[in-house]
Nanobody, 123 residues
Framework: VQLQASGGGLVQAGGSLRLSCAAS????????MGWFRQAPGKEREFVAT????????YYADSVKGRFTISRDNAKNTMYLQMNGLKPEDTAVYSC?????????????????WGQGTQVTVSS
């Protein structure tokens, strides 16, 4: 499967953005999905993940209550709604897919990765 992330940009602190991750292929609905981010000079970190059945989601503590992960299997697309953005949310955000349909926080458990989209939050 190929993944294409989009929707990044420059936003002021307190603002919102919605990232999208479009997937190719007909098996999107069978994959667990995740969002990760990498800030300058830092390692990539987990942001959010969703199981195949949508009933299980996990979030990093730093984004819980502000970010919402969702998916539209009919459109082969996953989303990350980001509200209340903070300067520390500035990073390149990447989406990933996991053949095993269970939500996971582990970067190493994902099989497919899309290119990142830059999110910059100004103070």
């Amino acid at each position: 499967v190929q993944l294409q992330a989009s929707g990044g940009g420059l936003v002021q602190a307190g603002g919102s953005l919605r990232l999208s991750c479009a997937a190719s292929g007909r098996t999107f609905s069978s994959y667990a999905m995740g969002w990760f981010r990498q800030a300058p000079g830092k390692e990539r970190e987990f942001v959010a993940t969703m199981s195949v059945s949508d009933d299980i989601t996990y979030y990093a503590d730093s984004v819980k209550g502000r970010f919402t992960i969702s998916r539209d299997n009919a459109k082969n697309t996953m989303y990350l709604q980001m509200n209340g953005l903070k300067p520390e949310d500035t990073a390149v955000y990447s989406c990933a897919a996991r053949r095993l349909g269970v939500a996971s926080r582990l970067e190493s458990s994902y099989d497919y990765w899309g290119q990142g989209t830059q999110v910059t939050v100004s103070s």
